[in-house]
């Protein structure tokens, strides 16, 4: 009886050695550079685009440039201890003396990526498409499609190419200033307008995609349940928020509920718009990866963030804790694997080593 107990645990012993000795090999390599390490740095990969032709493209008033305000939120990731930021920019334009400012103002990497290129889209955990990128070219919506696809998350702030490819004639202008040639732009480019529909159905789930310009503060429920704002902290019960941007009805279920259901009228162009059948906040799971569309105005401490843009940075550090199989529209268990995340983002390389060989079967 006796010896059957020992046996076990002079092999078990004998077992971890070779295993610690396998290990200290493997960290002798990894030093040497012969191996490259898989295990994450802790720091989340965000891409964030840095279009000059959003800025420079066609634009809703007459003689006046877009401009580069949706690298604005480049800011929130700017913290080089826990994010690698990334410019993705479109194909040609890394040299342009216009995107070296931009590169200038954040903590952007040395590496500039092509936006065009799903290789290089796929070097980031997270793309980020600011407020106002208004106008994406096709080659590089079709790469933005395709490496959500494959497992990328996508933010959009807002607007996401509603004025190329989308073609959209609402804005934020006086009738005096308003680019005359945009009305007549989307009647003879019906086929494009379709196409770019139908795209971002696909990617965010919507259904019925259009433009919004500053609709009515609304009072929303707000489940704080819900997949997404649930990792939130200080999320209320309820919201006063307006909608402004990309909107749809979301083929997800979604955090938000009207209080009253109502039609309210844009304050642009006058259309009566069913506040009922358009989601201002959805996230969809498109192939491996997630699609968010925030097209929420306000205050944002009712949803636990200090800004839009702190709200932006929020659901990117979501995203990234989350798994291809955790259902969109109910509640992932994922609170383990979060606090994993978290903890192994602060562990030295030898601590993961160790944590590693502790876990081993028949210790």
Known sequence: ??????????????????WIVVFAFAFILLNAGILQAQVSPGRTKVGVFVSLYSAKGPSWWDGQEIGFSHVDVARKFNDTSKYELFALVDPGTENNTFIQEQL????????VLDASKVSDLQQVQVMV????????????????????QSGVHLINEEHFGLIRPGYATGCPATKATWASHMNKDIESHAEEVKKYKERMTLLFGLTDPQFVWHLSYLDWKVSNKNYILSRFKNVQSSANLGINGLVGTSVSNQPFELVNSSSITDQWDGRTVNATSIDPFSVHR????????????????SLGSSDREDFVKQCADWAVTTSVSDPVGTRPEVGERIEIVEIRGRLTFV??????IRSLPLF
Do not use: Y
Request: net charge positive; hydrophobic share 55%; charged share 20%.
């Open 1 to 18: 009886m006796s010896l059957r107990l020992v046996l076990p645990v002079g092999m078990a012993l004998a077992v971890k050695r070779v």
């Open 104 to 111: 200038r103002r954040f903590h952007f990497s040395a590496k």
């Open 129 to 148: 498409s600011g407020n106002w990128q208004v106008n994406i070219e096709w080659s590089v919506l079709d790469a933005i499609t395709k490496a959500v």
């Open 286 to 301: 498109c192939g491996r990866g997630l699609a968010i569309n925030i097209s929420l105005v306000g205050d944002f401490k």
């Open 351 to 356: 601590q993961r080593v160790l944590a590693v």
